[in-house]
């Protein structure tokens, strides 16, 4: 018996030094290259794909770390090609690279709105075939063809499709991820992506040189996974409400006293929807509730005065129902379900929504009743009571002479 034992510990002690092998990967990180964001155009031909890969250029990264300059370029690249499919394009890019393309640190995903009016689903496929995807990865619309927003310049970050994901992380934009999309498909495929054009202007940083920015400039609609149309950045921002992503925003209201710019920062946001049926229509309650501080203003209201602080709230108020109704009101119009209210139905209704469910459309469109409410609070002013450069009335001047 204490032999056996022996030889148990001995055969344990011998097999330990295999876990200290390290990787045991064939494939070393220095033959990888790591993408950071895929740019999807439909090709010049009825039928075709061109697909743009960008990603970091390991030796000019780097000379950058080393503090060499390396001979002014760029520190990523990008390579394209076209092809019937996505994965054929992809084939075609990676015979052409010495790395083995990885998908590992891919962020972004950016869709022509040519590609995305035929659809986005060869896309949403290509994306779940691939092991080392994340589907946390951002998706985004671009107008026009999808690449060129790989030739902005980035000004503050490294990498163009960095400006992009922060962008959608600070929630600046319409935050969609490919999770998103895909838990739509069981809801008629329909969302909400963050349109993203490119203008050209002339920037400090490079010298007065022109160069490219991104802009955003408001959210595709989605039905059937097919682009119908867009909302407006004042539209997007209602959806983002309805959505719960409104967070850092700025709010600008007209005082209700001289109808002066006053200027809110939200520090706080929530929203919560409430589904309740009358007969055989069913009424969606979205209850909006927002923490502001007052950031500047043109007016001449004081902000110590608790009635005009109400007067305040509730402007807006005013402003977050009509934008929020506005986006609803949109959604009905084209029969897109893009804020998921049947996955709601489906919890809070399992009943009306199994009698629903394969004629969702119509139902959305005709037996369904918004009540949105909204509940804004002003919770700092300021150091100061008013603007200081409130001006003298005549009857104050005359007093003051």
Not at 298 to 319: C, G, T
Request: proline share 4%.
């Amino acid at each position: 018996m204490a032999i056996r034992r022996t030889l148990l510990r001995l055969a344990v002690i011998g097999l330990m030094p295999m876990l200290l092998a390290g990787c045991w990967s064939r494939l070393e990180v220095n033959d990888r290259l790591f993408v950071s964001v895929m740019y999807v155009d439909a090709g010049a031909d009825e039928g075709e794909v061109k697909l743009t890969l960008g990603f970091a250029l390991p030796n000019r990264m780097t000379s950058i770390q080393q503090g060499i300059a390396g001979g002014g370029g760029n520190p990523y690249g990008t390579m394209s090609n076209t092809g019937p499919s996505i994965a054929v394009a992809f084939r075609r890019i990676q015979a052409n690279i010495p790395r083995q393309i990885n998908w590992g640190h891919t962020r972004v995903v950016v869709i022509g709105d040519k590609l995305a009016r035929q659809g986005i689903r060869p896309v949403l496929e290509f994306i779940t075939r691939q092991p080392a995807m994340q589907l946390k990865g951002f998706i985004f619309i671009a107008q026009g063809e999808a690449h060129r927003l790989s030739m902005v310049t980035p000004i503050m970050e490294r990498f163009p499709s960095e400006i992009l994901r922060e962008l959608a992380a600070q929630k600046s934009i319409m935050n969609t991820t490919a999770r998103d999309l895909l838990m739509s498909e069981p809801f008629e495929g329909d969302g909400l992506i963050g349109r993203i054009s490119v203008d050209e202007v002339r920037l400090i940083s490079e010298k007065g040189k022109k160069g490219l920015t991104l802009n955003n400039i408001g959210t595709g609609i989605l039905r059937n996974e097919k682009l119908v149309g867009y909302l407006s950045a004042s539209e997007q921002r209602g959806a983002m409400w309805v959505k719960d992503q409104m967070e850092n925003a700025l709010v600008t209201i007209q005082s209700p006293t001289d109808g002066q710019s006053i200027d809110l920062y939200v520090n706080q946001a929530s929203t919560r929807i409430k589904l309740k049926q009358e007969g055989e229509r069913v009424r969606i309650r979205i209850s909006v509730r927002a923490t502001d501080d007052v950031y500047s203003s043109n007016s001449a209201l004081d902000f110590q005065d608790p009635q005009q602080i109400r007067q305040i709230q509730q402007a807006l108020n005013e402003q977050l129902k009509e934008r929020i109704e506005r986006a609803l009101e949109r959604s009905q119009q084209l029969g897109a379900d893009y804020f998921q209210f049947g996955s709601y139905m489906e919890w809070y209704l399992p009943s009306l929504w199994k009698q629903w469910k394969m004629d969702w459309r119509r139902h959305y469109e005709e037996d369904v009743i918004f009540e949105v409410v909204p509940e804004a609070k002003v919770a700092r002013t300021g150091a100061i009571r008013s603007s200081y450069w409130k001006p003298i009335t005549p009857e104050e001047g005359k007093e003051q002479r």
